[in-house]
RNA sequence: GUGGGUGUAGCUCAGGUGGUAGAGCACCGGGUUGUGGCCCCGGUUGUCGAGGGUUCAAGUCCCUUCACUCACCCCA
């Protein structure tokens, strides 16, 4: 037997309705906001992820899919969107005709990690991002489409984290800050840690070994540090999410993976995850689109788990469970092909109908009507067909009543047409 | 990449110290010659994750390997 591939996995029917459910409410929620979709590949050359996320993260380091093409060109398996969404806006120069742009996606992620809860190689993920708007109310924006969108999805207990991570004026001053300080207490901090404070010293930030916890503790913060733009903006946000009423907790160690996040940090965690917090998670990346070759235009942006959303999301599944409203037991070969047409024409008319296309007894047609979960079953045999009126049984009430096969098609859209289904 | 746990029927799992594989559920059929759910009766299902070794004999012991899973790391 040939296996999925490790770290992937199916998303079977039963499950689906509520991947399906997700989608179509967070499509919804970015029709109510103004977000237009974009489709954009899942290959691309290797070249947009180094650059645009960093040479030195795990991700480009050690996890993403790469491998060279018949041609020898490498391409890469996109280990997030935003990259891709930002090219796009660059390559097609949407921002001529107005440089305020708002997409959503939504797609699959490939990641070559160690597959735990919550975590695996394909994930998908619904991204957002907003181009062109330099004020921190586009960050309150999305937090408050994030917030908006995982109420009606009836997410229960998730909190806001905030942060601000500077820009090219302040951090550099602050990044020298931290590394003085690393230096004096470098004994007391992890392996992992002393390797960081060399090449990304914002990372030990969010170490999670508890020496380096505590050590950090004492951490010169880098709001201390904020230039007074960065100041003032990160003031408007809080602002701005206290008069939207909503909570959130000022986190300084949410430092985000990515080179390209300025500014405006953002997650939405969970603790129904094991040891997956993050739900969502974004930020602003000012430097992004001009670094890729692009105008000299802000933009922030966030994206969302949609697997772990889908285990922490309340919505029912059986709400969106749809059984058929008919069944056609048929008896015998001419009732049987006579079923199969009147099953392909209430299909044809948009009403759920099932018929079995073995020899079988009626008791057990009936059967697999009732595990289905039919709402009704037309019982068709010779006697029937002859006669010119087949049994239409109401599987809850048990009550028979006889229609004329004439015209069974308008006969049961009406019986079923009055009830509701 | 590192560590722990787990792999037996479609599913959930039993199978002291080695003796050629079980239960419940599910599925199929019958009890009702043309009427579902409840009940009763009967039936099917396994390369015991894979490969190798020890042994007269391995689901059971040893080695290797793979997968799943949780955690570290990192992130959505």
């Keep these: 037997m040939i296996q999925l591939i490790r770290g992937f996995k199916d998303v079977l029917p039963g499950e689906v309705e509520l991947w399906q459910a997700i989608e179509k409410t967070a499509i919804s929620v970015f029709d109510d906001f103004g977000f237009k979709e974009i489709r954009i590949p899942i290959i691309e050359k290797t070249e947009l992820f180094s650059r645009s996320i960093g040479d030195n993260t795990d991700i480009v380091e050690k996890e993403m899919y790469t491998f060279s093409d018949r041609k020898g060109d490498l391409i890469t398996l996109r280990p997030e969107a935003t990259a891709s969404v930002v090219r796009s806006y660059i390559q097609h120069k949407l921002y001529t005709s107005d440089p305020v742009q708002k997409f959503y996606t939504i797609g699959p992620m490939f990641r070559r990690e160690r597959p735990q809860q919550g975590r695996y190689r394909q994930f998908y993920q619904i991204n957002a991002e907003i181009f062109g708007i330099d004020s921190p109310l586009a960050d309150v924006q999305l937090i408050f489409l994030l917030v908006t969108l995982f109420s009606r999805l009836a997410v229960p207990d998730v909190e806001t984290h905030i942060n601000s991570l500077g820009c ?213 045999g010779e006697k029937e067909l002859t006669e010119g009126s087949a049994v239409l049984r109401d599987m809850m009430t048990k009550k028979q009543v006889f229609i004329s096969t004439d015209a069974v098609i308008e006969n049961v859209s009406r019986k079923l047409g009055a009830l509701p289904l």
């Design 168 to 380: 090219p004026i302040c951090r550099p001053g602050f990044k020298q800050a931290l590394i003085d300080f690393l230096s004096k207490t470098k004994v007391k901090l992890c392996s992992d840690c002393i390797r960081r404070s060399k090449q990304n010293p914002l990372r030990v930030l969010d170490c999670k070994v508890p020496s380096c916890r505590e050590a950090m503790a004492q951490t010169p913060s880098l709001l201390d540090f904020l230039c007074y733009e960065c100041v003032r903006d990160f003031k408007i946000l809080t602002d701005s999410l206290e008069h939207l009423n909503i909570s959130f907790i000022i986190d300084k160690r949410l430092v985000r993976g990515l080179d390209y996040y300025t500014r405006a940090t953002f997650e939405i965690q969970t603790g129904f995850l094991g040891a997956q917090s993050a739900v969502a998670g974004g930020g602003r990346y000012d430097g992004l689109v001009e670094a890729l070759g692009g105008p000299d235009l802000p933009a922030t942006g966030f994206a969302i788990g949609l697997d772990r959303l889908t285990e922490i999301s309340d919505l029912q599944i059986d709400d969106y469970h749809k059984t058929p409203q008919i069944f056609i037991a048929a008896l015998g070969q001419k009732s049987k092909g006579k079923a199969f047409e009147w099953v392909c024409s209430l299909n044809k008319t948009g009403i759920r109908a099932e018929m079995d296309f073995g020899e079988k007894s009626l008791k057990s047609q009936m059967k697999r009507a009732n595990k289905l979960g039919a709402s009704h079953v037309l019982i068709v």
